[in-house]
């Protein structure tokens, strides 16, 4: 059986006050001295608080420097910028990664050359600050500019890594659609887009192949996480809300990932291992190694104030601690200087907490006992509820035997059918469910964060019959898998039984094919060329929206609605979109 370790083995080894309130996602450390790790933090008056505990004397105010700030911050990260010091420190240069955040500020403006030059030279860290439209890269140690640069598409999230064949390290900017990356002297070497605003970015190293640069992982608030390869996408997967966080772990495949709705989860490539979702917000998502059993485990900070430490395999929960406000950020550095990383956790009230590998305690017999005995009680939970279930289940097919149903059973042939297509009625689709006999459904509930805005629709009517209607309204156009749950019974039954089904709907599923007599011009259109044959086309129409049955059966060319002529390569079809119905 698995044993789960409770709260009060992960415990923080230091615990430090800023006396200063932090934002949410503005969090960075780095060694802008070029030996000694601070944490930089962005204040809720826009003002950045950078924390060293090695400059501690008789006065400990003289550990926090406080840089002031004339304009709103909308994203912080830190890295090193020198290519040379990249180079022989990769380790470091690879470690920014940012998500989430709105707004934009200043600290001076100005770059030189000279500034460039020498902060590539000294291998140190610098500060990487996003602005509502400019972005300035900063020297900490000398209170000075290294660089400042106009960004006209916002930067909503910024990060420190190299992306480019000369594994450079780059400042790279997020915006509106727009991804760019700036070298140390400021020059503009990098630049692709995406498909909506960037909400979170992160670099990951594939070990598998160590002579090719960082991957460019990047969130968006179309609900898509890409990964790059320098310019080309390697690769896309589809969430079911906006991505506010990314992390990668240090085996290279897989990547922690947060959404707005309160979810976390991990993929392996393009595969979702697993996933939760909570009712508090996440606020950062970071990987750590704190059990030292050389796998990283996952580690979220929630809007709540719990720190969470996961599995990074399976999600389950190893350790958690309560701060006594939300959390700000999550960031792993020695900063302790002691050889050892340490988990750092900064809290919205300003506190900061750090968790060493050390912290967390081996169980002890007495421990270990207890886990057990709660397993062996959960455990026997679950055989009184499978015995009385076993129970119900003998008696009904005695019943069965007998020829003679009672009110409470099922008969054994019931099945339900089911179909789902697009009505401009209910400006969605409709999905119908029957019984294939006189039983009735007495309540459904359809299943699909994806999809279904709150995630599910629940269907109880108050005239039951063997079928019911269920109205969904897909909030994007996504592939999904809709969980269905039907009750099915008589009305007189005592026990009703649940039918569990699934159904994959395709991308484009609200809009319903027009035969093509009845199709309008339209006022405005775009042209465009495609080197692909018709029954290619044809292909992805069956595998993107909801068609007839001769259609998907690929009878295309005798269906008058899409208008197929395969002997002359020629197609016209039209869709008409159920959400705005009367626009196609």
Avoid at 49 to 56: A, E, F, S
Avoid at 491 to 496: E, G, N, P, T
């Amino acid at each position: 059986f698995s044993l789960t370790i409770d709260s009060a083995m992960f415990k923080p080894s230091f615990k430090v006050p800023l006396n200063a309130p932090v934002q949410p996602g503005m969090v960075a450390v780095g060694r802008f001295d070029g030996q000694h790790p601070s944490l930089a933090a962005v204040t809720g008056a826009d003002h950045i608080v950078v924390h060293n505990p090695h400059l501690r004397d008789d006065d400990s105010q003289h550990e926090v420097r406080q840089l002031s700030m004339n304009r709103k911050i909308s994203a912080l990260a830190a890295g090193v910028m020198s290519s040379a010091a990249a180079t022989a420190a990769s380790s470091s240069a690879a470690s920014a990664g940012a998500g989430g955040g709105g707004g934009g500020a200043v600290l001076t403006s100005g770059s030189a050359a000279s500034a460039a030059a020498a902060a590539a030279a000294s291998g140190k860290d610098v500060l990487v600050v996003g602005m509502h439209s400019n972005m300035l890269v900063y020297d900490v140690e000398k209170n000075s500019d290294v660089f400042y640069k106009d960004v006209p598409d916002g930067a909503n999230v910024v990060a420190v890594g190299s992306v480019t064949n000369a594994k450079v390290p780059l400042a790279v900017v997020g915006g509106n659609c727009s991804i760019q990356g700036f070298d140390e002297t400021g020059s503009e070497v990098f630049w692709t887009v995406t498909g909506d605003n960037v909400s979170a970015i992160a670099f990951r190293n594939d070990r598998r192949h160590p002579e090719r640069p960082s991957q460019l992982i990047v969130g968006s608030e179309d609900y898509e996480i890409r990964v790059y390869e320098r310019e080309e996408v390697k690769f896309e997967v589809t969430e079911n809300d906006i991505v506010t966080q990314l992390a990668p772990m240090q085996d290279g495949s897989r990547f922690a990932f947060g959404l707005a709705n309160g979810t976390v989860g991990v993929y392996d490539d393009d595969s979702l291992l697993w996933n939760s979702k909570s009712k508090h917000n996440l606020a950062d998502v970071a990987a750590f190694d704190i059990d030292e059993d050389g796998v990283p485990e996952t580690i979220t900070g929630w809007s709540d104030g719990r720190v969470e430490v996961r599995r990074t395999k399976n999600g389950e929960l190893l350790y958690s601690d309560d701060l006594e406000s939300s959390v700000a950020g999550l960031v792993v550095s020695d900063y302790r200087l002691d050889g050892r990383d340490q988990l750092i956790v900064a809290s919205t009230s300003g506190e900061i907490r750090g968790y060493s590998q050390q912290g967390v305690q081996h169980q002890t017999i007495a421990s270990q006992s207890a886990a057990a005995e709660a397993t062996i009680k959960r455990l026997n939970d679950q055989k009184q509820k499978l015995v009385g279930q076993l129970k119900t289940y003998v008696a009904n097919t005695k019943e069965l035997k007998s020829g003679k149903l009672g009110a409470g059973v099922v008969p054994p042939d019931t099945n339900i059918t089911m179909d789902i297509k697009a009505s401009p009625a209910v400006g969605g689709l409709l999905l119908e469910l029957e019984t294939t006999n006189q039983t009735i459904i007495k309540a459904a509930i359809v299943v699909c964060d994806a999809l279904l805005d709150g995630g599910s629709v629940i269907a109880h009517p108050a005239r039951a019959s063997s079928k019911l209607s269920i109205a969904l309204r897909p909030q994007k156009d996504v592939s999904a898998k809709l969980e269905i749950k039907a009750i099915v019974g008589f009305r007189s039954s005592v026990q009703d039984h649940v039918f569990e089904l699934t159904h994959t709907v395709p991308k484009f599923s609200a809009f319903l094919l027009c035969p093509v007599a009845n199709l309008v011009v339209a006022e405005s259109s775009v042209v465009f060329h495609i080197s692909e044959r018709v029954n290619r086309v044809v292909l992805w129409l069956q595998q993107s929206f909801i068609l007839g049955a001769d259609i998907q059966a690929g009878r295309a060319a005798s269906i008058p609605e899409i208008g197929l002529d395969a002997a002359n390569e020629r197609l016209h079809v039209g869709f008409l979109s159920t959400r705005d119905y009367g626009q196609s």
